[in-house]
């Protein structure tokens, strides 16, 4: 996902509680040292908070306000700040504040601003309609990574008329403001067969550690190429009375991210694998792919969003998270068996090491697994969890709580409000602290600051508004 070392944002859907991340250590320092206990900024900064105000007539309006301060004051959207047209996330990237948004089906836009020498947010020349939709994004030197699957150029077609699937990246580069996108037209992009039983995949995030690309791989089962190739040799044979031929769909149907064809076999028919990807750089191509079975796919998700749960940590070594979706799959032939968990792949290695730590046995029933997670400085992360097995309908993420790598530990976060809405898209780390901005029922919504030692939060500045959508620190821009 896309993370400045000093600032980590995060993607979610507009409608989605998304969560934060904390900092476990207090040598985690941003870019620009503060005072101990304190986010009030030298220098010619300021914080940048992106707000969203429902009117009585139902519209929404969004406002980019800026201040001084993440600890307290009041800030309010009357009369002040830059209107905007929205986004799905608020990036912000190298003092570049980006607008993704995600259209459903069709491709993204963008838009980026910056913070003026007078002190006002700008917005810069360019918009742009990205070549292809995005389910998942990273960063990677000056680029945000905005990456998806889909299929591929005709000329690689099957006899059937069946395009390979193919990993589709939109390069943003936030320097020249300028855009491209990696070129299909080889096939060498195709992500057919990609763990070698036959399933194509897609990416969930991408985590720059040295100059090498870590990324969280999805498999999604078989394309109609896939089922088609060699008159099915990718089906997986019957065991046990367990058939899985008979997951392949007869009809189109689905809708958005869940939508299939006919004569697809969506979802995998391997659930208790983990993969993850490693490229040398960013031209996503020959990874080298590491694998475990402790743990089921390194991800989470809503709809056709897929958010990256592999993670950096300060030494190098990287994390890599599963919130065992796979529990929610209809069919008891694509449902992991596995708990929600977590390994690790040494630093400078490219295999997973003995690392494990089972998630669900430190939670409420020992049964409930997390939407998201994040690092959150030294060896510690950050998870948003689930309110009850997923294994339950009607289940809702708006409870914190951090993980402790070193000591296998999860510690729930407390003095957060009873009446949480959503928990917000973006956080910064200052001197042992997280900020995030908690929205809440009837109330204006706030940043909270969360001690990484105790995971107690503490309400901070107040913004007068439906909702803060993100937040971060910019300096000035010519």
């Known amino acids: 996902m896309t993370v400045n070392k000093s600032l980590l944002s995060i993607m979610v859907a507009t409608v989605l509680p998304a969560v934060a991340l904390v900092s476990c250590s207090e040598n985690d320092e941003p870019e620009v040292q503060k ?54 996330q608020w990036v912000f990237y190298k003092d570049y504040l980006y607008a993704l948004t995600y259209n459903q089906g069709e491709a993204g836009t963008t838009r ?35 990456m998806s699957t889909g299929e591929g150029p005709s000329q690689f077609a099957d006899s059937h008329g069946y395009n390979p699937m193919t990993l589709l990246v939109t390069y943003l580069d936030v320097e020249t403001e300028s855009m491209r996108s990696n070129d299909t037209s080889t096939g060498q992009y195709s992500v057919e067969n990609y763990l070698g039983n036959g399933e194509y995949v897609t990416l969930a995030g991408a985590e720059q550690s040295g100059t090498k690309l870590y990324c969280g791989l999805v498999p999604m089962g078989l394309s109609q190429y896939g089922v088609a190739y060699d008159n099915g040799k990718w089906i997986r044979k ?3 009375g ?33 993969w993850v990807a490693v490229y040398e750089n960013d031209d996503f191509l020959h990874p080298t792919l590491a694998k475990t079975d402790k743990i089921s796919s390194p991800c ?21 998270f599963s919130s065992s979706y796979a529990k929610t799959m209809t069919s008891d032939l694509q449902q992991t068996t596995l708990p929600a968990g977590v390994c690790r792949i040494p630093a400078g290695s490219t295999k997973f090491d003995d690392y494990y730590c089972n998630i669900e046995e430190q939670t409420p029933g020992k ?59 973006t956080v910064y780390n200052s001197n042992g602290k997280v900020y995030i901005p908690i929205n809440v029922e009837n109330e204006n919504p706030a940043i909270y600051a969360i001690d990484t030692k105790t995971a107690q939060a503490t309400r901070g500045v107040e913004i007068e508004a439906t909702s803060i959508t993100g937040f971060g620190y910019l300096t000035p821009k010519n």
């Not at 360019?126 to 939709?133: A, E, G, V």
């Not at 392949?248 to 697809?264: C, D, L, M, V």
Request: proline share 2%; charged share 25%; net charge negative.
């Open 35 to 88: 005072p101990e206990d304190s986010t009030e900024k030298p220098g010619e900064g300021k914080y940048v908070f992106a707000t969203s105000v429902q009117g009585s007539g139902g519209n929404t309006a969004n406002v980019l306000l800026t201040g001084e301060s993440l600890d307290d004051g009041v800030l309010s959207t009357v009369g002040n700040g830059l209107g905007n047209e929205g986004a799905t």
């Open 112 to 146: 980026s601003y910056i913070l003026g020498t007078d002190g006002k947010m700008q917005q810069r020349n360019k918009d742009f309609r990205m070549n292809n939709r995005f389910s998942s994004y990273g960063t990677y030197e000056d680029d945000i990574l905005a």
């Open 238 to 240: 019957e065991e046990d």
């Open 242 to 274: 367990r058939d899985w031929s008979k997951l392949i769909h007869t009809e189109a149907g689905g809708t958005g991210g869940g939508s299939y064809k006919a004569g697809e076999l969506a979802g995998t028919q391997y659930p208790d694998e983990c």
């Open 300 to 320: 989470g998700r809503y709809r056709s969003q897929y958010y990256q749960t592999v993670w950096a940590a300060d030494n190098g070594d990287i994390y890599v």
């Open 367 to 425: 049964n409930r697994s997390f939407m998201r997670c994040w690092h959150a400085g030294g060896n510690c992360f950050l998870m948003i969890m689930y309110d009850r097995p997923l294994t339950e309908k009607g289940f809702a993420a708006t409870e914190l709580a951090i993980f402790d790598a070193d000591a296998k530990k999860l510690s729930y976060v407390t003095g957060l409000p009873s009446n949480v809405s959503s928990i917000g898209k």
